[in-house]
């Protein structure tokens, strides 16, 4: 059976540098955009794996609730005048967003919402 997973980091600093350099090999005809695409799936599954297995810190935050969502059974807050305590460190912040999503339901990819559509650059046309 396969397994979606949420394409959030995607959007971390290790998604998009690993999204840039697969552009460059595919503008400098490296790799192909289907390859490209299989090592982005790879670093869904894989960063979804290891933050669920490796990761036990508890946070407690609370903050002014100026707005929420829920879709595609994605929770996102944005908050203001934030306060986060992990463990014995505390945080402030002036404006925070939180997106969170149900892990429980990348067994059952039924439930996932479709990934977002990633597109590739063409590769330059062969120079002459």
């Not at 971390?12 to 799936?41: F, M, R, Y």
């Not at 595609?72 to 945080?91: A, K, Y």
Request: proline share 8%; net charge neutral; aromatic share 8%.
């Amino acid at each position: 059976m396969t397994h979606t997973h949420y394409e959030l980091y995607r959007r971390s600093t290790l998604g998009t540098t690993l999204g840039d350099t697969l552009d460059e090999l595919i503008l400098n005809q490296q790799i192909t955009p289907g390859l490209a695409h299989k090592v982005l799936k790879q670093f869904d599954k894989s960063i979804n794996e290891i933050l669920a297995a490796r990761t036990s810190v508890r946070c407690q935050f609370k903050g002014h609730l100026q707005t929420y969502r829920f879709c595609d059974n994605v929770w996102t807050f944005e908050l203001t005048d934030s306060h986060f305590r992990i463990d014995n460190d505390s945080i402030q912040s002036g404006k925070v967003k939180i997106v969170a999503c149900d892990g429980k339901m990348t067994q059952n990819p039924a439930l996932v919402p479709p990934p977002a559509t990633t597109t590739f650059p063409a590769p330059p046309p062969p120079s002459s």
